[in-house]
C-alpha cells in the first residue's frame, strides 16, 4: 500500500492569533491573516508493508532541507492508526523537503498535510478533504509549531484568512492576481513557539485591523506594505533584513517579511525579477528561492 502527496509552502505577513477558546478542541484555534502559498513545499511518500521484526512500526526519513523533529508527524500518524488495526503494519515515510526549514515558511505545515494526504491514500481510508486538513492543523497546533499555515497551503494561492480554524472551519478568501514571480531570501530561522509567547499582545492589535484592509484593497502590493509595516511594529527586522529591504525600495521594489525567519520575500511582475536577483546574490549567505505563487494547494499526486 502507497501513498504521495504534496502541500506547498506558505508565508504568512501578517496575523492576529486566536488561542484560547472556549469550545473543546484544537481545531477551533489558529489564526486570522494573510499570505501566499509558493510552488516549492513538501513531497511525502508512505509505503505501508507488513511488520517484521522492527521495535517500532514505523520509520520517518527525510530528504532535502533537514527537520530536526519528527513530532508534528508522529500525531499525523497516530491519528490514522486510530481508525484500524494495524498492529501487523509498518509504515515507511520519507518527507522530501524542498524549503529550508524555521525560516517562516510553513514547513511543519505542509511536511503534516503532505502526510496527511499520502496516509489517506495508502491506507485508502477515503477522508474528505476537510477531515485531512483538520488532522494536519490539529497536529501543528497541538506541536506548537505553527497557528495558519495548514488552513492556507490547504487552499493555495494567495489567500485572506477571514475565519481561525482547520479547514472545514476556517475561512480564506483567495485573491486573484496577474502571473507574478515570487523571490526570497532566507538568512536564518526563528522559533516560532517562543516568539508567539513573548510577542502575542504585540501582535493581534495591529494584525486584525491589517486582515481588513487587504479584505478591502485585495492588492498584493498592498500585502507587501502592510508586511513590512507588520514586521517592524513587532520588532522582528534585523540590521541585514533592512539593508536589503532599503536597497529593493530605492529601486522601486515591493517586499515583505516572513513570519517567523529571518526570510524577505518580493512578489512583483516577471519584468523586475532580474532586478530583484541582482540585489539578493549580494548576499551570499542567504538561501535564494525563486518561485511563483501555487494556487492549487495540498493534494494527492499519483503514484
Known sequence: MKGMAFCPAHITGFFKAYLENNQDGLENLGSMGAGFSIKQGVTTRVTIDKKSDQDSNFRITTKGYQSDKTDVSEFVLNEFLKMGNFKDKFFEIEHEISIPVGYGLGSSS?????????????????????TIGKIAHNAEVNCKTGLGDVLASFHGGFEVRI???????????????????????????????????????????????????????????????????FAKYVDVMTPRMEKIVNELTQENIKCGIALFGETIFSMGPKEDQDKVLEILQKYPDGIIINSELDDIGARVLNN
Open 163 to 229: 475565519k481561525p480554524g482547520a479547514p472545514g472551519i476556517g475561512t480564506v478568501e483567495k485573491i486573484s492576481t496577474e502571473k507574478i514571480s515570487v523571490i526570497m531570501i532566507c538568512f536564518s530561522p526563528i522559533s516560532t513557539n517562543k516568539f508567539i509567547k513573548e510577542r502575542l499582545f504585540q501582535i493581534n492589535g495591529l494584525g486584525g485591523k491589517m486582515v481588513n484592509k487587504l479584505l478591502k484593497s485585495k492588492d498584493y502590493q498592498h500585502f507587501q506594505d502592510m508586511s513590512l509595516e
Open 110 to 130: 505542509a511536511v503534516a498535510l503532505s502526510l496527511s494526504f499520502a496516509l489517506d491514500q495508502a491506507l485508502n481510508t477515503k477522508l474528505d478533504r476537510n
